[in-house]
Nanobody
């Protein structure tokens, strides 16, 4: 089991940057692929980015590819999302999620993730 706490959200103008962090508890952090998802009001939760257990593999939604970077530090039990060139359509609550894996793969599927943080608000103004 792992507990996740996101931080780093805030208000930024279009074109700006934010870095989100997710702190995980538990001794088995390295057994989980990690993902970032987001949800805007009235919208379904959508995949943003994911990283494999080892950090060797990453996967991004087309909407953020080239702008966002996911990373993890298994020694510190953290996963981060660096968001650059932010757009108003990036506005959402961002969630960190953990997906227990037995190989070094990642998934964009919400239903495959076992644990979720409470979310952090990102607002991008124009």
């Amino acid at each position: 089991q792992v507990q996740l706490v996101e931080s780093g959200g805030g208000l930024v103008q279009a074109g700006g940057s934010l870095r989100l962090s997710c702190a995980a508890s538990g001794r088995t952090f390295s057994s989980y692929a990690m993902g970032w998802f987001r949800q805007a009001p009235g919208k379904e939760r959508e995949f943003v980015a994911a990283i494999s257990k080892s950090g060797a593999r990453t996967y991004y939604a087309d909407s953020v590819k080239g702008r966002f970077t996911i990373s993890r530090d298994n020694a510190k039990n953290t996963v981060s999302l660096q968001m650059n060139s932010l757009k108003p359509e990036d506005t959402a609550v961002y969630y960190c999620a953990a997906d227990r894996k037995y190989s070094d793969y990642v998934s964009p599927e919400t239903v495959e993730y076992d644990y979720w943080g409470q979310g952090t608000q990102v607002t991008v103004s124009s």
